[in-house]
Nanobody
């Protein structure tokens, strides 16, 4: 059973920064595509960012482009989401996800392509 453990959420003022981290418990993830999603109250879970196995291909949602960066350190078995210039509308529970199928050629943006999820970490941006 794969467990993804997220950390780094919290309360920050608008314009501030946070860095989220995610690591699989007891597993190495070098062959997995990794993604970050978020879900605000009353809204559907939405794509934020994704990264290929090697880290050479990254995608970010238009709503966070230029502010958020996804990266991974396969030696440390950790994926990161650096969030800068945070806005109140970024407030949500952020989820780390893993596509372990090995079938995807590029990082998917669809939640259904990911087969393991973390428990989520709350990010709250105050105005």
């Amino acid at each position: 059973q794969v467990q993804l453990v997220e950390s780094g959420g919290g309360l920050v003022q608008a314009g501030g920064s946070l860095r989220l981290s995610c690591a699989p418990s007891g597993r190495t993830f070098v062959t997995w595509i990794m993604g970050w999603f978020r879900q605000a109250p009353g809204k559907e879970r939405e794509f934020v960012a994704a990264i290929s196995r090697s880290g050479t291909i990254t995608y970010v949602a238009d709503s966070v482009k230029g502010r958020f960066t996804i990266s991974r350190d396969n030696a440390k078995n950790t994926v990161y989401l650096q969030m800068n210039s945070l806005k109140p509308e970024d407030t949500a529970v952020y989820y780390c996800a893993a596509d372990t199928s090995g079938k995807s050629m590029r990082p998917p943006r669809d939640t259904h392509e990911y087969d393991y999820w973390g428990q989520g970490t709350q990010v709250t941006v105050s105005s």
